[in-house]
């Protein structure tokens, strides 16, 4: 199930299981096949439909460019019933705050 990106993190203790890596705890960081991942799971939770399920009605795009992370968030739910497209462009510095927080997160939980 490793392999599947956001689904994968969508599940619980996923996070936890990544973070066995010896690499990933000290470095607070996340295997960069995930870094992706996790950025689009974190504009779910801030920018998606509320309690939506978000492997059938939300699409998350993050592309890195220059200077950090051009993404779109489309929620086919939305509080009127419509479909709503937001995008939002992260710096290198905000993408790296959210992963560290996620893994500090995930830690916590595992404490």
Not at 82 to 104: F, K
């Amino acid at each position: 199930m490793e392999g599947q990106g956001k689904e994968f993190l969508a599940r619980p203790g996923s996070l936890q299981h990544l973070l066995q890596c010896d690499d990933c705890r000290t470095e607070r960081s996340l295997p960069p096949h995930h870094r992706l991942a996790a950025l689009r799971r974190h504009l779910h939770l801030v920018w998606g439909a509320q309690d939506g399920d978000w492997l059938l009605h939300m699409h998350v795009t993050a592309e890195e460019s220059d200077g950090g992370y051009d993404c779109t968030v489309h929620c086919s739910v939305s509080e009127y019933g419509i479909s709503a497209v937001r995008s939002v462009r992260l710096s290198h510095e905000e993408a790296t705050h959210v992963l560290s927080r996620t893994v500090e997160e995930a830690l916590a939980q595992d404490a």
